[in-house]
């Protein structure tokens, strides 16, 4: 903008200069060519010449006179030569002659005037008798010059005439050029004036709207809800709105000119603050100030500290760069964020009561169930009377009814908690839904259907999945279309829609049809569409829904298509191509080094783990491996699901929430379950020779120290199978020879997972990590301290974040009754490594390098 605006005055004062200086020149040139008219004037040209005509004669006359008499003195023809030669001489020397002189018939006579003059100037300057003698020749010769000085005087005029035309149209052409030139620079300053009347406008528009500006922006922080602070490079406080006043309780007036860090930063991160500062002052460059929102605390006046979230920004001035805090008391959205996060919790926690109560109870119904269908069976009927035989039979049925009802509503509650173990192996999946059909057939053929298989791809003889469960599904869709179907056609499809990775197997029928609102809804628990006392059909309205959630549990989707009074189509579409390697893995053996191999078959394992992100990795090397992985996140899930499923060996973390990892092997080690034996190996981020006696008092038989290698792994569980046992676990490096990260260690994860899987658990990992380096951490309880930075600890050694996992660890061990400043200055030790840690992960490209927003 001041580019342009120099521009729109430079230029036309640079034009405006140019027109002057051309004006100038033109005037000074009519002045001088006045100059010389009043020159020839003074110097009178033609009377010049007429006088030397004259002076001529009167030479002539005087000398005539002397030859005649004696008597008249030499002294007059001397005299009268002289003031020839004066007159003569004018002509000569002037240049108002120079033209005369060149001309082509005023030259000739010029040369002659000069010629007379140097013959007979020694004549008159010599002595009276050759001067006496010579008069003659001299009137002769005068005669000659009078003729010659009436040529000249006869042309001068001409000449001059033309000289003073040629010398006024010249000076009319200048001042008509004057003229021009004046109108034009009286135009442009016209123009000027008006661009100028303009520009004062504009300037005048543009000064009212700024202020109109300044007025809103003012207003707005005024009366904006959010405190609004401005600093200069020094930390001093320029401005401060009305609601700085009210959420700080600082004064305005007070607080314009005072130190922003002794007013509102709390004593425990001012020294932070002012690094901060100091290195956004030196290379403003490498540290751009931040924008984004972040989460911190703040002091009032009373000393109190309370949550805000604040933005930030700089911004030059002609004053220097000032420095924009827009800060908001969030102390209610924490209150109820932490309130709605303990209704989470409650809420959590009672459906996993209920869902728990609801197994418990499925247990507890099915037992005497069981002990009445039994004692039916044993039961003597041959005696009894026909309708005591018939009563018995309502007993029966209805005990089967409430059989398959408490079954259906156990498997729900193991499917919603995640419990319901699917087996997979190779089966023949023809040969599967075949022998369903034959087993259908009479039910079918009593409602007058028919009941067909298409003919399948071959490809299917080899399919690999859960049978028993797939089988639950297929007989639930082919029961339903039986059972809402009278006199009409049951068909089953099955199509390989990409080779085994994906099969869609169709249930269709020609029965009554769904209707469109009613196709949302059938999938759902308890849901009946006919309500009605005579309905024709039976039941409790689970199957579907226990069906779509065993389809998900194997990998697929179900859904349905229908028209009323057009039948129905229900598809399933799942995966059922067998994973590569499945059948045998090699482990390497550690006596021969990283590279030798021993063959054991797959394993079932069991992995508790209460980190996501530890879980995914540990899952994905057993996976690599071709062992088959059920994951339990805390330590009663694990119990559970140890108590339901034989696994060959379960991987054990020791801090868990709730039931920890040595509660729960005594747990499951406990009574006569399928894995009171099964090898029960500890992960752990460090260990002790006392913490070893105690995981081997609680039954486990090794210890993994994380973080996890393959090599170690595959050892750990080579071991537990071959009942070896370690007696130490891989001693961990001391922390002065400990790298920040151990790249070698991060670089095998790649073996494991993909780049964006890799990338996102880094992610996932540095998120869990701001969230724990937050003044909040210090005011929890030391012993959920310890739990959390057990926690990351064993997740920094996963990424080989060595020394962080060993502050971390030095961390969790300060003891629960340690001043609160040494626990203080731990935390800011854990914060210092996790910068170095962040810029190192940083720099190589796996997270941004600015750790804490700072």
């Known amino acids: 903008m001041r580019r342009g605006t120099l521009l729109r005055v430079v230029l036309p004062s640079l034009a405006l200069a140019l027109f002057m200086a051309v004006i100038v020149t033109l005037v000074l040139d009519v002045r001088r060519q006045l100059q010389r008219l009043d020159t020839a004037a003074s110097e009178a040209v033609l009377w010049a010449l007429t006088q030397a005509e004259l002076e001529a004669s009167r030479l002539e006359a005087t000398t005539l ?3 005649n008499d004696p008597e008249v003195p030499l002294v007059e023809i001397r005299t009268r030569f002289d003031i020839f030669y004066s007159r003569t001489d004018v002509l000569v020397a002037s240049a108002n002659y120079a033209e005369l002189r060149n001309g082509d018939e005023t030259g000739a006579a010029f040369d002659a005037v000069l010629g007379f003059l140097d013959l007979w100037t020694d004549v008159i300057d010599g002595p009276d008798s050759a001067l006496r003698a010579a008069l003659p020749a001299l009137a002769t010769a005068a005669r000659d010059m009078r003729e010659q000085t009436r040529v000249l005087a006869l042309n001068g005029i001409t000449v001059s005439a033309q000289q003073s035309a040629e010398q006024r149209a010249s000076v009319a052409q200048t001042l008509v050029r004057i003229a021009w030139l004046t109108l034009v620079l009286v135009t442009i300053l016209l123009i000027l004036l008006v661009f100028l009347v303009r520009l004062a406008r504009f300037r005048e528009s543009q000064s009212r709207r700024n202020r109109d500006i300044r007025k809103r922006i003012e207003t707005i922080i005024a009366t904006s809800l959010d405190a609004v602070i401005v600093i200069d490079r020094d930390g001093r406080i320029v401005d401060y709105n009305g609601a700085a006043e009210c959420i700080f309780g600082h004064p305005r007036d007070a607080a314009i000119g005072a130190d922003m860090v002794d007013l509102i930063v709390p004593p425990k991160y001012r020294a932070a603050h002012n690094a901060g500062m100091a290195r956004h002052l030196i290379t403003p460059k490498a540290h751009p100030m931040a924008r984004e929102v972040t989460q911190l605390e703040a ?8 949550p805000v979230e604040m933005s930030r920004s700089s911004a030059m001035t002609p004053q220097g760069e000032l420095f924009v805090a827009f800060i908001r008391d969030i102390s209610d959205q924490v209150q109820a964020e932490d309130e709605l996060r303990k209704a989470r919790d409650r809420a959590i926690a009672g459906e996993k009561s209920k869902a728990q109560l609801l197994a418990v109870m499925s247990h507890e119904m099915r037992t005497p169930l069981n002990g009445i269908l039994g004692t039916l069976e044993l039961m003597d009927t041959q005696g009894l009377a026909k309708r005591d035989n018939y009563y018995l039979g309502i007993i029966r049925n209805s005990a089967n009814m409430l059989l398959d009802q408490v079954n259906n509503v156990l498997d729900i ?25 034959d087993s259908q057939i009479g039910a079918a053929a009593a409602n007058g259907n028919s009941l067909t298989l298409k003919p399948p791809s071959p490809a299917l003889h080899e399919a690999y999945s859960d049978p028993g469960r797939l089988r639950q599904v297929l007989l639930n869709l082919l029961s339903n279309a039986i059972k809402f179907t009278q006199n009409g056609q049951i068909t089953i499809e099955m199509e390989c829609v990409d080779g085994l990775d994906e099969v869609e197997i169709r249930v269709i029928d ?37 069906s779509e959630r065993l389809a998900k549990a194997l990998g697929g989707t179900l859904g349905a298509e229908s028209e009323p009074g057009e039948g129905s189509v229900f598809w399933l579409r799942l995966p059922l191509a067998a994973p590569e390697g499945r059948a045998r893995l090699a482990l390497p053996d550690q006596a021969s080094g990283p590279e030798t191999r021993t063959d054991i078959p797959a394993l079932d394992l069991l992995i508790i783990e209460d980190n996501a992100v530890n879980r995914l990795i540990l899952r994905r090397m057993l996976e690599g491996d071709g062992h088959h992985v059920t994951e339990a996140f805390d330590g009663t899930q694990g119990v559970n699901a140890a108590r339901e499923t034989k696994f060959d060996a379960i991987l054990m973390d020791i801090s868990m929430p709730g039931v920890d990892g040595l509660e729960a092997t005594r747990n499951i080690r406990a009574g006569d379950g399928p894995n009171a034996r099964t090898p029960i190996i500890a992960t752990t981020a460090h260990a002790l020779p006392e913490e070893l006696q105690a995981f081997c008092d609680a039954g486990m038989c090794d210890a993994l120290v994380k973080p996890i290698t393959r090599p170690a792994l595959r050892k750990v569980l080579q071991d537990a199978l071959t009942g070896k046992r370690s007696r130490t676990p891989t001693p961990q490096p001391s922390a002065q020879h400990t790298p920040i990260v151990d ?17 996102a658990a880094v992610a996932t990992f540095a998120a869990e990590m701001e969230a724990f380096l937050t003044p909040a951490t210090l005011q929890r309880a030391a012993q959920d301290q310890a739990r959390e930075a057990h926690r990351l600890a064993g997740s920094a050694g996963v990424f080989g974040a060595l020394q962080l996992a060993g502050q971390l660890q030095s961390f969790e061990l300060q003891p629960g009754g340690s001043p609160e400043q040494a626990r203080a200055d731990q935390f800011e030790q854990v914060r210092d490594c996790w910068r170095q840690t962040r810029a190192t992960l940083g720099a190589a490209g796996l997270m941004t390098a600015d750790p804490l927003g700072q």
Do not use: C, N, P, W
């Open 299 to 306: 002091m009032r006046k009373d000393g109190s500290l309370f």
């Open 413 to 437: 509650s193991r499917l919603d908690a995640g419990k319901m173990q699917t087996e997979r192996r190779r089966f023949d999946l023809i040969a599967l839904v075949q022998d369903m059909i």
């Open 65 to 67: 006179r002397a030859i």
């Open 510 to 546: 020609t029965g009554i049809g769904i209707s469109e609102e009613d196709l949302d809804r059938i999938f759902g628990d308890f849901v009946t569409l006919d309500a009605s006392y005579q309905r024709r059909s039976m039941g409790t309205g689970l199957g579907l829904g226990i």
């Open 743 to 759: 790249f070698a260690h991060l670089d095998g994860l790649q073996q494991d997972l993909t780049e964006a899987q890799r990338r």
